[in-house]
């Protein structure tokens, strides 16, 4: 069983920055693909970053590429998503998911994730 907490979210202007944590227990180092997805009230929830178990494959939806990156530190058992040049249709619920694939793989579809954090609120006013 694995245990996820996001944290870092709040309110920001525009153009600012933010770096959302996502603590895991019971996770074994290497056993996860890690990944946030966002949701907005009304709408389904949207893939934004995955880390491979391995960590050195990543993805991002392109609406964030360039602005946003996902990294992880095995000595902490955390994983990170460091948010630049934030912008109001960023605004929404972040979500830490860990789920178990192939090494190297990079899933984006919330099937591929077993377990979820409890969210955390990314507010970007204009």
């Known amino acids: 069983q694995v245990q996820l907490v996001e944290s870092g979210g709040g309110l920001v202007q525009a153009g600012g920055s933010l770096r959302l944590s996502c603590a895991a227990s019971g996770r074994t180092f290497g056993m996860y693909a890690m990944a946030w997805f966002r949701q907005v009230p009304g709408k389904d929830r949207e893939f934004v970053a995955a880390i491979s178990r391995s960590g050195d494959s990543t993805y991002y939806t392109d609406s964030v590429k360039g602005r946003f990156t996902i990294s992880g530190d095995n000595t902490k058992n955390t994983d990170y998503l460091q948010m630049n040049s934030l912008k109001p249709e960023d605004t929404a619920v972040y979500y830490c998911?860990?789920?178990?694939?192939?090494?190297?793989?990079?899933?984006?579809?919330?099937?591929?994730?077993?377990?979820w954090g409890q969210g955390t609120q990314v507010t970007v006013s204009s």
């Open positions: 998911a860990a789920g178990l694939a192939p090494l190297n793989k990079v899933p984006t579809t919330p099937q591929w994730y077993h377990y």
